[in-house]
């Protein structure tokens, strides 16, 4: 705890009288949805309770008896008497009671009373008999034989201020708080056992002689202040308080929340980690006390205080850190309640909540600005059961009384998922339990920009505009107007970076001429410029990837051609960097000629084969060539691509013909050819054209008409021939006349 400096106040002395028992009507009023039941009735000044893991409850009363209620049941005989022994009247009395942390292992009741004689205040230790383990038990008792003194030495001078309550930890250890015995500056000296909360072991390393432990060994290691000299000084875990009448134990973190009653000003709680002084005499809650001249003025401050009035009209009761069981059950507070720590002021009633914020404790409103419940007078002790419900020791009304929450609406959803702005949401909130219809509300922050939330059906929905995280509180009520409450958070992201090529294909190409493609991307929330390169596949000779502003573009002049798969990538300029690819598939063309073979021709037989017929991407300027070999005699290759003739000699000939486009080396091809050249019908190999050897048409009937017909064979074959010549004339001159003005018609 954090050391402050106390504002200077006037003191005034005031006994606190916690045993004045009242016979009216007990009235509390608390907020929307907690109810109120009486466990059990017909105890005689009921002062503490504890229960026992099995949900079987163990009251102690005040004159010096321990009761057992079983489901709710009071058995006439108590578990223990010992009223001969207990000093009652005023604050004194049997005071404090505590179950083992490792019951039913260690079968110990342990009880914090004022002794009639010697007049002393005493720890002690029963062993509890009967069946341990069974909830439905009432065989239990306290052994009056089994007494074991732990402390028996505590002073009581006074009738008040004799503290009174006896916690176990979270260490398992023994918790023990005493007042000042009316005496204000003892509370500064820690050897005297009095003003302090004490620490000590109740294991079985401690010593026992003679049903008296020595006080030595029940020292626990950790203590401040456990290498003093003094033993009493060795078991003091915090000190400077007035009257610690009541504390509890954080169940999650294991301080201690006191209430320390005040004198003539203020009420203060406290919390105690190990080793504070909380100062008194010289501070009282946050102002100066009455007695500056024995120590404390760097104490401890309260973690909360609150001013006593008059006559008197305040005295604090350390409450319970609440820690219910799963919610929603029959009983159990909502969520959150986790962790607050509830307490009531004996005379004014008021029974107050302090929640942990983040940075302090805070009040938590109720049904007026101030109190979270009124109607809470002599109520003595204060603890969680097991079933997540609060009980409290009503010693005015001489009962115990059960605080639980109702089953009005519970809210089921825990956490809402995160949105993306211009995107839309809906989600849906959930409950049960109550009274339907419900209403849902926003009681307090706001949804994120965008978002609204349907009053009956619960679904926040919309479309978020602005990133950001927005904590608000959702609130459900039902047809009884009973209320639940949970706080969200929702975190609206930006919208996600994206990046896409969305050029979706390239042109054609042809080799030795420039090629430009351009390539363009598209993103959201993306940082420029965009850079662009080729990443995997192949890109043709003579082609490069660059950029072009936040443009790609594919370049330059292919020496090569083919089809081509490549892939693209793109990348923007985040820390991180946005990446896209894409595959393009890239044709470079070139001429190619369709013929592949030749046929056989024919000694003296007009031949005739256009290769440029079909060929693939032709240019307008092609240039046709015999790069290799040698043509037949009597055949040639036009310019145009027309290779014709009529061969004169038989034989094979080989060759290779090129085309070409003029001024552009790079787009052309070449065909090597076989022509195989045959002999005319009847004639020798190798021989040329002559008009005899077997060329003639001869019929000879033996009549004298051989000369005539050969005559009239031969005019026949002559017109044959002059109508072949000018039919082959006449085509080329129009192939001729197609092939140099085709790219005009």
Known sequence: MKLLTKKVFSVFSITLFLLLIISSAFAGVLPAGFTESNVVTGLTSPIGMAFLPDGRILVIEQAGRARLVVNGVLRTAP??????????????????????????????????????????????????????????????????????????????????????????????????????????????????????????????????????ADKASLVPSGNPWAAAVNVNERLVFAYGLRNPFRFNVHPDTGALFIGDVGSGTREEVDIATGSENFGWPYWEGNVTGPNTGCGGGSGTMPIYDYTRGTNPSASVIGGVVYKGVSFPNDASFPPEFNGNFFFNDYYSGNLRVLRWNGSSWNLVSGVDATNFGTGYSYVSDWTVGPDGAIYYVYQGGSRIVRIAYSQGPAILTTSLPDGTVSAAYNQTITATGGTQPYTWSVSNGALPAGLSLNATTGIISGTPTTNGTSTFTIQVTDANSLTNSRQFSITINPQPATLSIITSSISSGTIGYAYNAALQAAGQNTVLPYTWSFQSGALPNGLTVSNSGNDGVISGTPTESGIFNLTIRVQDSAATPNVATRNFTLTINKVQIAVNSLSDATVGAAYFVDLSAGAVNLPAQAVWEVVNGTLPPGMLLEAIGHFEGTPTQAGTYSFTIRVSETGNSLNSDSRAYTLTVNNSSGGDSGSNISGGGGCGFVKDDGKGQGAKGEGLALMIMLIITLTIVYLIRSSKIIWRFYYENKNKL
């Not at 207990?86 to 039913?104: C, M, S």
């Not at 205040?121 to 341990?132: A, D, S």
């Not at 015995?181 to 909360?197: E, F, H, P, V, Y």
């Open 79 to 212: 578990m223990l008497d010992i009223t001969a022994d207990v000093l009652d009247g005023g604050e004194q009395g049997l005071l404090g009671l505590a179950i083992d942390p490792d019951y039913p292992t260690r079968p110990y009741a342990y009880l914090y009373y004022n002794n009639t004689t010697p007049n002393l205040q005493y720890v002690v230790r029963y062993t509890v008999t009967g069946t341990l383990n069974n909830s439905s038990s009432t065989d239990l008792n306290l052994d009056a034989a089994s007494r074991v003194y732990l402390l028996n030495d505590i002073p009581n001078n006074a009738t008040n201020h004799n503290g009174g309550t006896l916690r176990f930890g979270t260490d398992k250890r023994l918790y023990i708080s005493m007042g000042d015995d009316a005496n204000s500056c003892d509370a500064q000296n820690r050897t005297l056992l009095k003003g302090a909360i004490f620490r000590i072991k109740v294991d079985d390393t401690i010593v026992i002689n003679s049903n008296i």
